[in-house]
Structures are given as structure tokens and as C-alpha cells.
């Protein structure tokens, strides 16, 4: 069965450090690939996709994440994290064609960005 | 755009209860999901909709969970005999085409 793993499941960081969460998901073929944001009390939003082409895809607010097929890896970076970037950080995955809402969720990491 | 719109918010019921879930979604994304979320995981897939048609259900989607999306527009989620394991976050997203999922802020169900 398909899934998902993010390493880190807690990460400590003082604003304006850099940030590499990693993403690892286990399927052969064709996926479309996400990074969702939680922030407290809000919903989910979506940061980040990847379909095709350009492996590296910039998001909003800085972020970004590089697919690397062979290393079945997307990992999100941010060159320097501020307070605001606290919240709960979720990849996720869509296997195969067509729908593209059926997603495979990671257990997600906690960012806590200290002043 | 006025967003995915779950109610309740929250939801307390006691063991062996029903309850039931509504979501409005984006008024024109055609397709409606359910995901469920427990404490320190990622939301997991029940069932999605395309238009009223309800096209696929999870293995997680037990016969006490039935979902239904009578005219395509938005959708309620019913679960019976409420079990202490079902106490969870019960999110709602919408999409069209190949757009990305919006999502709602949830009902939090919790079953004492």
C-alpha cells in the first residue's frame, strides 16, 4: 500500500534559521505530489504542489520543495523561517491519474518558530 | 469564494449515538470529500463525491458511517452507534478538475 513519512515529527527553530522538512513516499509510478499547511486554529492550505516538469516548485510565503524521483523524496525548504511560519506541516501524495483529491497524508511535523 | 463550511464546529455525543455531519463546499467545485483526522496524524481518505454520485469509500468507512450528497451541492456524514474510536477531527474538502483540495475547518467529534 501506498504511503507517506515525514521525519521530523517536532522541530524547534529561532526565526531566521533555514528549513528542510522531509517527505518520503513509497509508490512506483505516477504521483502528484503536496505540501499542506495548518496554521492554529485555521484549516488546511495547500503550500505547494507538484505535477510535472520543473522538479524544484516554489509555493507561497517562501517555501519551496524539490522532487527527486529516485530518492521517492519532497522535502520543503524555507531559507529563513520567521514566527509566523508556526504551525503543522503535512505532505501528502496522489497516486495515478485523474483524481487528484484522493491524497495520502504523512503524519505531519510540528514547526515551533521562537522569537 | 466564501470557502468549505462544516457544521458543527464541535460535537459531543455519548456512546451508541448518532450523529450526523453536514458540509457545504465551494458552491462550484463539483467534487466533495471526507477525511478523518485523530490526534497526531494526517488526515486519512474516507469518500468522495462527484457531483451526487458517491464514487469511491474507504476500507475506514464502516456500515455505521454512510455519507450522502443528495444534490450535489453539500453533503452530510452520519455516523450510528457512535463507538469511542470514532472520536476524531471529520474534515471536509472540496475541488473541480485537477485543482487542489480546500479544505474546511472540521467537526470535532468527540464520543464519551
Known amino acids: 500500500a501506498q504511503s507517506v513519512s515525514q521525519h521530523n515529527h517536532h522541530v524547534i527553530l529561532s526565526e531566521a534559521a533555514s528549513l528542510e522538512l522531509g517527505c518520503n513516499y513509497s509508490y512506483g509510478g505516477t504521483v502528484n505530489l503536496f505540501w499542506y499547511v495548518q496554521y492554529p486554529g485555521q484549516h488546511l492550505q495547500l503550500l505547494l504542489k507538484y505535477f510535472s516538469g520543473d522538479p524544484l516548485v516554489k509555493g507561497i510565503k517562501g517555501f519551496e520543495a524539490e522532487f527527486i524521483k529516485s530518492k521517492f523524496s519532497f522535502n520543503l525548504r524555507k531559507p529563513s523561517v520567521q514566527w509566523s511560519d508556526t504551525a503543522e506541516y503535512f505532505c501528502a501524495v496522489n497516486v495515478g491519474p485523474g483524481n487528484t483529491g484522493k491524497l495520502i497524508f504523512g503524519q505531519g511535523t510540528t514547526l515551533q518558530v521562537k522569537p | 469564494d466564501t470557502g468549505v463550511s462544516q457544521d458543527p464546529r464541535h460535537k459531543i455525543t455519548k456512546r451508541g449515538q448518532n450523529v450526523t455531519f453536514r458540509c457545504d463546499p465551494i458552491s462550484e467545485h463539483n467534487r466533495l470529500y471526507w477525511y478523518r483526522q485523530t490526534l497526531g496524524q494526517g488526515p486519512e481518505f474516507l469518500t468522495y463525491?462527484?457531483?451526487?454520485?458517491?464514487?469511491?469509500k474507504s476500507r475506514l468507512l464502516s456500515d455505521r458511517f454512510s455519507a450522502e450528497r443528495p444534490k450535489g451541492s453539500f453533503s452530510t456524514l452520519e455516523i450510528q452507534r457512535t463507538e469511542q474510536g470514532d472520536s476524531a477531527m471529520y474534515l471536509c474538502a472540496s475541488s473541480s478538475g485537477n485543482s487542489p483540495l480546500h479544505f474546511g475547518n472540521g467537526t470535532r467529534l468527540t464520543v464519551t
Open positions: 463525491f462527484q457531483n451526487e454520485a458517491q464514487l469511491e
